[in-house]
């Protein structure tokens, strides 16, 4: 998988093949490519809601606000 910044190009977007990427994959100028278009996702969104605890969030502070107390 490679990354790309989008670009604007005239009235389109384009992307721009890193030089490195192109040399590794033999890819040459007015050459047919297959691009499996895919916005990248902001990370914080597959996490959010994915932890299951076995307690309430709530009680969870709680009990660690009481524990950094007894530290202090």
């Keep these: ?5 989008t670009r ?4 389109s977007i384009g ?4 030089k490195k990427i192109a040399k590794e994959l033999k ?3 007015n050459q047919d490519v297959i691009v499996d278009i895919k916005p990248k996702e902001n990370p914080l969104k597959e ?3 994915s ?9 969870i502070l709680k009990e660690i ?7 202090i």
């Design 15 to 18: 992307m721009v093949i890193p």
């Design 27 to 29: 890819i040459r100028e």
């Design 1 to 5: 998988m490679i990354i790309l910044k």
């Design 8 to 11: 604007k190009w005239g009235s």
């Design 51 to 59: 932890g299951k605890f076995s307690k309430p969030t709530e009680q």
């Design 65 to 71: 606000r009481g524990k950094e107390s007894k530290f």
């Design 47 to 49: 996490l959010f809601g």
